[in-house]
């Protein structure tokens, strides 16, 4: 995914940052009209305020279900998730009906740690990184900002709730956010059942 150009949610006009569970482009399949959603980048949470997050979530879990065809699936708190896998490109794809989806490597799931992923945010030059950097409060490479002060000072908070993180300038040209991905027990131990079992 590009983040060459600054994305804006189209519900609340505000920054999307590109961080998985928190927000999504939606495409025009994905949204009936009458929920008045345009297509385009948007928050999770601005979903779940016009009460569209749980339509949308259900139109894409065909879409799922259709193209990644193997998967396990439980409830967590109400909460139905189902968990897709891509055997060629060794990647998770969890669809929640809440609407919070993700999209996560095989490679990040060992057997006791959190669930970390590296997003890369904004390139060093598009205007994204000079207005990510400036929320920082350092442009200086390898300085990692906790991720809940740089979602405070681009008055994000709201939109992406419950981070556990940072992000940093690295020395390749990329701020980039390391982040958490909570993921329910129940859900861990599919994704291991359906990286070990030969289908
Ligand atoms: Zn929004």
Redesign the pocket.
């Known amino acids: 995914m590009s983040h060459d150009t600054t994305s804006r949610?189209t519900?609340?006009d505000?920054l999307v940052l590109g961080l998985a569970g928190h927000d999504w482009t939606v495409l025009p399949w994905m949204v009936a009209p009458a929920t008045g959603v345009l297509p385009g980048p948007?928050?999770v949470?601005?979903l779940d305020d016009l009460g569209c997050a749980a339509s949308w979530a259900a139109a894409v879990e065909a879409y799922h279900c259709k193209r990644w065809p193997l998967w396990l699936a439980g409830v967590d708190a109400g909460i139905r998730w189902r968990l897709h896998s891509s055997r060629s490109a060794r990647r998770f794809h969890l669809w929640r009906s809440d609407g919070r989806l993700s999209s996560f490597p095989y490679a990040i799931l060992t057997a006791t740690n959190a669930l970390r992923l590296a997003t890369d945010l904004a390139e060093i030059g598009t205007t994204h990184a000079a207005t990510l950097l400036a929320a920082m409060g350092t442009d200086a490479e390898g300085v990692a900002v906790p991720l809940t002060s740089v979602v405070t000072a681009l008055d994000l908070a709201d939109?992406y709730p419950h981070l556990s993180g940072t992000v940093t300038r690295g020395p390749a040209g990329l701020v980039t956010a390391r982040h958490t991905l909570p993921l329910p027990p129940s859900c861990r131990r599919a994704a291991h059942h359906l990286m070990r079992t030969p289908w």
């Open positions: 949610c519900l609340c505000r948007c928050h949470r601005c939109r």
